[in-house]
Structures are given as C-alpha cells and as structure tokens.
C-alpha cells in the first residue's frame, strides 16, 4: 500500500520568512495530493491539493510542486504570518483512500 | 464549499458504556464517508470506509465489533465505540467528498474528542 513520508516534523520560522515542508510517497499509482491545515481541537482543512497531471500549483502565498519521476511533492508558503502556525499534513491518495504523512508542526514567531 | 459537520464534539464516557458519533454532509451527498482516529501529536489513520446502504470497510486491525459502522443515508454515517474502554479514548475525525473518485478534495469534519473514564 501506499506510504507517505514528511519532512521536517517541526518548522520554527520568522514572520515573513518562507517555509517548505516535503513529502515522498511510495506508489506510482497516486494521483491526487492534497494538502491539510489542522489547528488544535480541529479537524484538517483542505488548503491546496495538485493533481498528477500538473506540476506545480499556486493559490497566494501557498504553492505546492510536483515531481512524479521521484514520487515528491512540497508545499510552500511564503510570506508567513504568526496564524499560519499549525500543524500540516500532506496526503496522497490512490484508488478510495487518502494517505497521510506524520504531519510538520510549524510555528511563526512574530 | 463542501461542509461536512460533526457531533458531537467532545464526549465523556464511562467505561463499558458505548458513545455514537455523527458525521453529516451538509450541503452535498456523499456515497462514501471515512471515518479516521488520531492520537496526539500524531497523523490521521484511517479507521474505515463507510458505504451507503451497504457494510463499511474496515481497515487491517481494526475491530468491527467495536467500531460499528451505519451509512443509513446519502448525508450521514454513525460511528458506535461500542463497550468503551480508556484506551479508546482519542480524536475521532470523519470525512467526506462530493462527486466520484480519488481526485476531488476530502474534507473532515472538526471532529470528536473522546474521553473514557
């Protein structure tokens, strides 16, 4: 089955400083990735996804790559803001199931 | 956007006694619903695949017995912990898609924090 691995489990940046936060995965067959926010006490929110067809997506400060030949893709988020502290999973999904990595903490300080 | 609600959201049980859990698409309907158990400061680990009108899915592990699973409708799926016990307390999170397939977004309810005593 599918594995997802993430990388770095904790991010410490200052605001206004980019962050980049990267996963791998393991099946060829994943064609969907998608990219969650969880604050504490919550559940994930969807905050940009790519599809396999593409290979880098940008919604404002987020952007997310692709690269299928080495089975990775990251997240970037620039200019960042103390409210873009949380935890952030990435996520890789095959046929029905979606499969997370083990998340990155990441804290902006002001 | 697709809103997926969740009740309730904190639950505090005794031991031996068995808590439901309801997951409802609010504006969409959804065949599919999965139903995912986090501990914390760790990753979502999906518990198990709730099919309308027919059984769930269960992933490797986990018991069906104890973790039974109702997709009575379109727009909700129950999760029952059935003869709870301190270690299955946890963040139950359930979650859904509108429209077919692996490629439209997934979106999680805010979850349910479960405590037994």
């Known amino acids: 089955g599918e594995n997802v691995e993430q990388h770095p489990s904790t991010l410490s940046v200052q605001e206004g400083d980019s962050a980049v936060i990267k996963c791998t995965y393991s099946?060829?067959?994943?064609?969907?990735f998608p990219w969650y926010k969880q604050e504490l006490g919550k559940g994930p929110q969807l905050i940009i996804d790519?599809?396999?067809?593409?290979g880098e997506k940008k919604d404002q400060r987020i952007a997310v790559t692709l690269n299928k030949t080495a089975k990775h893709f990251s997240l970037h988020i620039t200019e960042t803001q103390p409210e873009d502290s949380a935890v952030y999973f990435c996520a890789a999904s095959g046929f029905q199931k979606l499969v997370f990595g083990t998340g990155t903490r990441l804290l902006v300080s002001p | 956007g697709a809103v997926v609600s969740q009740h309730p959201s904190r639950v505090i049980c005794k031991s031996g006694t068995s808590v439901k859990i309801e997951c409802r698409s609010l504006d969409f309907q959804a065949t599919t619903m999965f139903w995912y158990r986090q501990f914390p400061k760790q990753s979502l680990m999906l518990m198990a695949t709730s099919n309308e009108g027919s059984k769930a899915t269960y992933e490797q592990g986990v018991e069906k017995d104890k973790f039974l699973i109702n997709h009575a409708s379109l727009t909700l799926s129950t999760l029952t912990v059935t003869s709870a016990h301190p270690e299955d307390s946890s963040f139950y999170i359930c979650s859904a898609r509108p429209g077919q397939g692996t490629v439209s977004p997934l979106h999680f309810g805010n979850g349910t924090r479960l405590t037994v005593t």
């Open positions: 790519i599809r396999s067809n593409v």
């Open positions: 099946d060829s067959a994943s064609n969907y």
